[in-house]
């Protein structure tokens, strides 16, 4: 297929962003939120999938804005590469900006061969899963990189720590939209998923991956219904722990008060029909998760790392309970849950927070 380009008129940059897939997740959505809000008489934007779409595709369709796929089939692929390549040949940007590890890689490397003028990364979280040969990678490539995005201090403080030259690095935090409760037609998740009105409900948004750290979450639920009977929790998202997740569900007998609802449109619907979110992760860059609840006006109770911390004040904008601790997690869930005024006063908190601080517009304006 040819790819037809438009004519670049006089002054507009052509800007080719690069990411693994268009999965609803943290990087992924980031990379959308800036496509589709850059100015477009000041940008030509263009996407490269490397592996394969998503969902996320239809909104940068909305948008206009192209989408190529690559198609790259395994860890190392030279005909990925060169296709990589040659798209980068016809587009002719001037910027690539690459997200994630693979992204990282073939795009930082084919666009240095392609003499693209400016080539930034986005590193999006502290990556403990990285072997010292990938390290290495990241530290050969920061060399030919104008500059790397990071998402939070945390993350710029593991690749200083790992030999990535703090000049290099740039923090702009991550943005999220503004979430509104929904009218009265809309708000039907206790009717869609068949429970009673009154039931409280804890919402937990994000991949079933390992570092999401599911299994405390089916634990802790185990705990709140010892001590309550009006809890459900739901699972908003997908990913290769969920079979696993949801046989665990039905051996403690949970099934019935654990909701798997798997990739939906629909978050900012859904999240502000719920009482309060949960999130137990074993580290993060900066949490679409957390802001996305804080945004919709819920509190928030965090495992205890240092990304969670940059989004919690204790007390004030939410609550953290230590990494792994679901006795905690759950006596803070049932106090929460019985004392409203304490958690409406967290929630109005944690909104204005996320509201200033992290707004799209703030993400967009670090960028420009």
């Known amino acids: 297929m040819v790819l037809l380009l438009p004519v670049r008129q006089r002054d ?4 080719l962003q690069v990411i693994p897939t268009l999965d609803r997740a943290g990087a992924e959505k980031q990379l959308v939120l800036l496509a589709r809000h850059l100015p477009r008489d000041r940008f030509d934007l263009h996407v490269c999938v490397l592996t394969r779409t998503g969902p996320l595709e239809a909104d940068l369709a909305a948008s206009q804005i192209p989408c190529h796929l690559i198609g790259k089939r395994w860890k190392l692929d030279p005909l990925a590469f060169w296709q990589l390549r040659r798209h980068i ?7 690539v900006q690459t997200w994630l590890f693979a992204a990282n890689c ?4 084919a666009a240095a061969r392609e003499k693209v003028p400016r080539i930034v990364a986005s590193e999006r979280c ?11 990678i990241d530290r050969r490539l920061a060399e030919r990189s104008d500059a790397i995005i990071v998402n939070g201090v945390q993350v710029r403080d593991f690749y200083v720590q790992h030999g990535i030259s703090d000049e290099k690095l740039r923090l702009i935090h991550g943005g999220v939209p503004r979430m509104n409760p929904p009218d009265s037609v809309a708000n039907n998740l206790r009717q869609e998923l068949g429970v009673p009105a009154a039931t409280r409900l804890i919402a937990a948004v994000g991949r079933l991956w390992p570092q999401k750290r599911g299994k405390d979450l089916i634990r802790a639920m ?12 739901v699972i908003i998202g997908d990913g290769p722990e969920r079979g696993f997740l949801e046989s665990m569900a039905r051996q403690l007998h949970l099934d019935p008060k654990i909701h798997f609802l ?3 449109d629909d978050v900012p619907r859904l999240l502000p029909q719920c009482d309060l979110a949960w999130l137990a992760s074993g580290y993060e860059g900066l949490s679409n998760a957390v802001m996305e609840a804080m945004s919709a006006g819920i509190p928030v109770i965090a495992s205890d790392i240092p990304a969670n911390r940059e989004l919690i004040t204790p007390g004030e904008s939410g609550l953290l309970f230590p990494l792994g601790d679901i006795t905690i997690l759950a006596r803070e869930t049932h106090a929460l849950l019985e004392d409203p005024s304490r958690a409406q006063a967290l929630a109005a908190a944690g909104q204005a927070f996320v509201w200033d601080k992290f ?3 703030r993400m967009v304006a670090g960028h420009l």
Do not use: F, M, N
């Open 89 to 95: 040949r016809r587009v002719r940007p001037d910027l």
């Open 12 to 15: 507009v940059k052509r800007i």
């Open 359 to 361: 707004s799209v517009e």
């Open 126 to 136: 502290a990556d403990p899963w990285k072997a010292g040969w990938q390290l290495r």
């Open 222 to 233: 185990v705990q709140v219904d010892i001590i309550r009977d009006d809890a459900h929790l």
């Open 106 to 109: 073939y795009g930082r490397a």
């Open 262 to 264: 798997g990739h939906r």
